[in-house]
């Protein structure tokens, strides 16, 4: 998938503790996305970074949720207190620097989360 | 919020078949593209289209940016077992923001 990596690729944790998913974009990309996508259904917006700003977070939840993108190293989202809703799929996606040329986005193989 | 509405949900066609699927939304984008997602993996590129009226091959699959931008269309031409998974469009608005539709299922029986 083009260089996006994600880790880690299957992550269970228990009602209540923390997941930290992880992104790496593709080398000379500055821009990440961050979806979600439920069984049997499509991609959800949930956040838009670049490096140290969050651009759009118009589809993360109020609570419990966060994304970052520092200066150095990976972008990070961050669901404190998991709920069994939280399970799902979590890609992440990254775009080149110039928002406004012909680009596109690239996936990566995704985080599968899951609650118990 | 913008909508993007992608039909068929699902399809189940013989090999060799031709297919068509369609994306429409409610607002203009400035980019449309088309993935393929098989099962347990991420979204893999297939067509990007950045004009309207662009008509962008990639081997059997056609796919056509919409003159009024708001909608683009994805041909796949003689069906194989291989082309089995979930196909999704996406837009992207002038924000840079990338918004998909809910996916067509497609199904191929040898």
């Known amino acids: 998938n083009a260089g996006v990596m994600q880790n880690p690729r299957h992550l269970v944790r228990r009602r209540g503790q923390e997941a930290r998913l992880r992104c790496s974009p593709m080398?000379?990309?500055?821009?990440v996305y961050w979806y979600r996508q439920l069984p049997e259904e499509g991609l959800k917006f949930m956040v838009y970074l670049q490096k140290e700003n969050i651009i759009d977070e118009s589809g993360m939840p109020k609570e419990r949720f966060s994304a970052e993108f520092p200066k150095e190293g990976p972008s990070i989202l961050r669901i404190q207190q998991v709920v069994r809703g939280d399970s799902a799929a979590y890609f992440c996606?990254?775009?080149?620097?110039?928002?406004?040329?012909?680009?596109?986005?690239?996936f990566g193989e995704g985080s599968w989360l899951t609650v118990v | 919020g913008q909508q993007l509405n992608q039909s068929p949900q699902s399809m189940f066609i013989q090999e060799g078949e031709d297919v068509s699927m369609n994306c429409t939304s409610s607002?203009?984008?400035?980019?449309w593209l088309w993935y393929k997602q098989d099962p347990g993996e991420g979204p893999v590129l297939l067509i990007a289209l950045y004009k309207a009226g662009e008509l962008t091959s990639n081997g059997r699959l056609t796919a056509q940016f919409g003159i009024t931008r708001k909608d683009s269309f994805l041909n796949i031409s003689a069906s194989i077992p291989s082309d089995v998974g979930i196909y999704f469009c996406a837009g992207r608005n002038n924000f840079n923001k990338f918004y998909f539709g809910s996916g067509t299922k497609l199904n191929v029986k040898p």
């Open positions: 996606a990254s775009s080149p620097r110039q928002p406004n040329s012909g680009n596109t986005i690239y």
């Open positions: 607002s203009i984008f400035n980019t």
């Open positions: 080398k000379g990309h500055s821009h």
